[in-house]
T-cell receptor, first 114, second 113 residues
Framework: NAGVTQTPKFRVLKTGQSMTLLCAQD?????MYWYRQDPGMGLRLIHY???????AKGEVPDGYNVSRLKKQNFLLGLESAAPSQTSVYFC?????????????FGPGTRLLVL | KQEVTQIPAALSVPEGENLVLNCSFT??????LQWFRQDPGKGLTSLLL?????REQTSGRLNASLDKSSGRSTLYIAASQPGDSATYLC????????????FGQGTILTVHP
């Protein structure tokens, strides 16, 4: 099993450009999450999904959109990138939100917005 | 709003030393608490998960404790090794945001030979 994979690994954007980050998991997990990690801020939840076709806002959703058209994929979109969106983005998945379940994380995507 | 704090922010110890990392959280109504390890440029790996009804979990040289009433957890690493050098993150699930992880800022651990 590949676990959770993220594409691309690194990207440089100019302000105003758009892009989509792809997350894929092969563990048949229902729940998927997008986090961003910034120095001194820890990881913060952007959006999450509790199943195919569903999405919900997390702690810092502004400037991002997501889609879960297939159970194994969770896409994070930036319509008009801003320098404040420079960060490391992590995708995670879990079987459920039960108290005994952990989340499995991808390797991250480093995004630099100039 | 749940807040998670980790102390210290950074720790440097010689190889072989036993050490303790601390985590505190403001809302005791949690479902579980997890400790993660993050290597530079990598994703997060779950080390230990303690459910709210449990007091501790052990895995090899790692032992994590949970005192829900006081909002505290500790991660004890025995006989530290250079390979333990990484950032350790504490995260809680539950409280006001059921099912979603709230992370601390992490402790950067360096174990020197």
């Amino acid at each position: 099993n590949a676990g959770v994979t993220q594409t691309p690994k690194f990207r440089v954007l100019k302000t105003g450009q758009s892009m989509t980050l792809l997350c894929a998991q092969d563990m048949n997990h229902e729940y998927m999450y997008w986090y961003r990690q910034d120095p001194g801020m820890g990881l913060r939840l952007i959006h999450y999904s509790v199943g195919e076709g569903t999405t919900a806002k997390g702690e810092v959703p502004d400037g991002y959109n997501v889609s879960r058209l297939k159970k194994q994929n969770f896409l994070l979109g930036l319509e008009s990138a801003a320098p404040s969106q420079t960060s490391v983005y992590f995708c995670a998945s879990s079987y459920s939100m039960n108290r005994g379940e952990t989340q499995y994380f991808g390797p991250g995507t480093r995004l630099l917005v100039l | 709003k749940q807040e998670v704090t980790q102390i210290p922010a950074a720790l440097s110890v010689p190889e072989g030393e036993n050490l303790v990392l601390n985590c505190s959280f403001t809302d005791s109504a949690i479902y579980n608490l997890q400790w993660f390890r993050q290597d530079p440029g990598k994703g997060l790996t779950s080390l230990l998960l303690i459910q709210s009804s449990q007091r501790e979990q052990t895995s090899g040289r790692l032992n994590a404790s949970l005192d829900k009433s006081s909002g505290r957890s500790t991660l004890y690493i025995a006989a530290s090794q250079p390979g333990d050098s990484a950032t350790y993150l504490c995260a809680v699930t539950g409280g006001t945001s059921y099912g979603k992880l709230t992370f601390g800022q992490g402790t950067i651990l360096t174990v020197h030979p």
